[in-house]
């Protein structure tokens, strides 16, 4: 029986008037956009202020990223406009299938692309951050309709009001998209679980919507003294270094603290965090839990389950091919990973499906199967 392949880390651009065009009318004047400055380089900007800098990846291709900000240093004008320079697969759902294809895979699951990094500079005023999370959970889901059922399009979902959340889930599962970019960090001082956010993830399982932890604008879980030096605010090299320590921790708080136990069809992804990490995070997991419950004559939370054992039965991770997914498999099982290629970041792969068959090799039955789609299909509730 064929195993539908799927991609579980791929990029959806937004063009410069997504926002405007999908947020509500009376929010209009606070949508993000894209813009030119002066010297017609693009940026993501908000009430004028210039957020992020914008431009067109290739993958495989880094240094012509180092390449155009070395021209924007030097005041030099761009190479082309955005709309020049961006090949039609990377924001259209009929040109991403015809890419598909090239590629070999059955489907792919889309991320945002220019909206990934707004969420924390947006947290003065939480109605334009509702307002624009919207706004582009409403161009994924027409982006989805278009995709002849092999395109799985991630919202975008703030947990600061747990009631707008809830309706947003309920909203978007609606209109067809099954997973959620959720940040893995705390919320209002608040841990992932914390019973404010209870409603959210009864609601996840409820609706069929998947939360994921994805690279999105959230805080640093490092403390901000590491990041002196750091020239950018933007691309941080200790941030990019340590990408698995948010979602290592936001599992762990929800693990021992109860929550996964109390939402058991609760199903939770991690992607482009990196998946190196886990096979010792699950060793400390319990290690650490055993060893605590011993000093303290007792557990830190009375479980039903070995700690690891919840990760292991609800959350799947996305793996880049360079990190050798077979190995991992090896050491974890056949259910937890995934492959996703980061297309078409600069870091990621040019041929997604070459080099997912690469680091599939060695691996057999459903070691394999799990590895190429059927992990993803569950985390899709397919």
Same mark, same amino acid.
């Given at each position: 029986?064929?195993?539908?392949?799927?991609?579980?880390?791929?990029?959806?651009?937004?063009?410069?008037?997504?926002?405007?065009?999908?947020?509500?009318?009376? $929010?209009?004047?606070?949508?993000?956009?894209?813009?030119?400055?002066?010297?017609?380089?693009?940026?993501?900007?908000?009430?004028?202020?210039?957020?992020?800098?914008?431009?067109?990846?290739?993958?495989?291709?880094?240094?012509?990223?180092?390449?155009?900000?070395?021209?924007?240093?030097?005041?030099?004008?761009?190479?082309?406009?955005?709309?020049?320079?961006?090949?039609?697969?990377?924001?259209?759902?009929?040109?991403?299938? /015809?890419?598909?294809?090239?590629?070999? #895979?059955?489907?792919?699951?889309?991320?945002? *692309?220019?909206?990934?990094?707004?969420? /924390?500079?947006?947290?003065?005023?939480?109605?334009?951050?509702?307002?624009?999370?919207?706004?582009? *959970?409403?161009? !994924?889901?027409?982006?989805?309709?278009?995709?002849?059922?092999?395109?799985?399009?991630?919202?975008?979902?703030?947990?600061?009001?747990?009631?707008?959340?809830?309706?947003?889930?309920?909203?978007?599962?609606?209109?067809?998209?099954?997973?959620?970019?959720?940040?893995?960090?705390?919320?209002?001082?608040? &841990?992932?679980?914390?019973?404010?956010?209870?409603?959210?993830?009864?609601?996840? $399982?409820?609706?069929?919507?998947?939360?994921? #932890?994805? +690279?999105?604008?959230?805080?640093?879980?490092?403390?901000?003294?590491?990041?002196?030096?750091?020239?950018?605010?933007?691309?941080?090299?200790?941030?990019?270094?340590?990408?698995?320590?948010? &979602?290592?921790?936001?599992? %762990?708080?929800?693990?021992?603290?109860?929550?996964?136990?109390?939402? &058991?069809?609760?199903?939770?992804?991690?992607?482009?965090?990196?998946?190196?990490?886990?096979?010792?995070?699950?060793?400390?997991? /319990?290690?650490?839990?055993?060893?605590?419950?011993?000093?303290?004559?007792?557990?830190?939370?009375?479980?039903?389950?070995? &700690?690891?054992?919840?990760?292991?039965?609800? +959350?799947?991770?996305?793996?880049?091919?360079?990190?050798?997914?077979?190995?991992?498999?090896?050491?974890?099982?056949?259910?937890?990973? !995934? +492959?996703?290629?980061?297309?078409?970041?600069?870091?990621?792969?040019?041929?997604?499906?070459?080099?997912?068959?690469?680091? %599939?090799?060695?691996?057999?039955?459903?070691?394999?199967?799990?590895?190429?789609?059927?992990?993803?299909?569950?985390?899709?509730?397919?």
């Amino acid at each position: 029986m064929h195993v539908r392949t799927i991609d579980v880390d791929q990029h959806l651009f937004e063009s410069r008037d997504t926002w405007v065009d999908h947020i509500d009318p009376d $929010c209009r004047d606070d949508a993000l956009r894209i813009e030119e400055d002066s010297a017609g380089w693009p940026w993501l900007v908000w009430r004028g202020r210039q957020l992020s800098s914008v431009g067109v990846p290739f993958p495989e291709q880094s240094a012509r990223i180092g390449d155009e900000h070395q021209r924007r240093q030097r005041g030099a004008p761009p190479l082309g406009t955005l709309e020049e320079l961006m090949p039609p697969a990377y924001g259209t759902a009929r040109a991403r299938l /015809d890419a598909l294809d090239g590629f070999g #895979f059955d489907a792919a699951v889309l991320f945002p *692309n220019y909206g990934l990094l707004w969420e /924390d500079k947006l947290s003065v005023d939480r109605a334009a951050q509702r307002a624009n999370a919207r706004a582009y *959970n409403r161009f !994924m889901a027409e982006t989805v309709s278009d995709g002849d059922g092999r395109l799985y399009g991630v919202a975008h979902v703030l947990l600061h009001d747990p009631a707008w959340a809830v309706e947003e889930i309920v909203r978007v599962s609606r209109q067809g998209l099954r997973l959620a970019m959720i940040a893995p960090a705390p919320v209002d001082g608040k &841990p992932l679980s914390h019973p404010d956010f209870d409603p959210v993830w009864a609601a996840c $399982c409820r609706h069929g919507v998947a939360p994921v #932890f994805h +690279v999105s604008g959230f805080e640093s879980p490092l403390h901000a003294a590491w990041h002196l030096g750091e020239p950018e605010e933007e691309d941080q090299l200790l941030d990019s270094i340590f990408l698995w320590v948010a &979602p290592a921790v936001a599992l %762990a708080n929800m693990i021992l603290s109860g929550t996964l136990e109390k939402f &058991p069809e609760l199903r939770i992804g991690v992607v482009e965090l990196t998946a190196g990490w886990v096979p010792s995070f699950l060793l400390h997991l /319990d290690g650490a839990s055993d060893f605590h419950a011993q000093r303290r004559g007792g557990p830190y939370r009375p479980l039903s389950l070995r &700690p690891s054992d919840y990760f292991l039965r609800q +959350v799947r991770v996305a793996a880049l091919p360079y990190e050798m997914p077979a190995r991992l498999v090896g050491q974890v099982g056949a259910e937890t990973f !995934m +492959v996703g290629s980061d297309w078409p970041h600069a870091e990621g792969v040019a041929h997604p499906m070459q080099a997912a068959e690469q680091a %599939a090799h060695g691996l057999e039955g459903p070691n394999r199967d799990g590895l190429l789609g059927a992990n993803a299909a569950w985390l899709l509730g397919l």
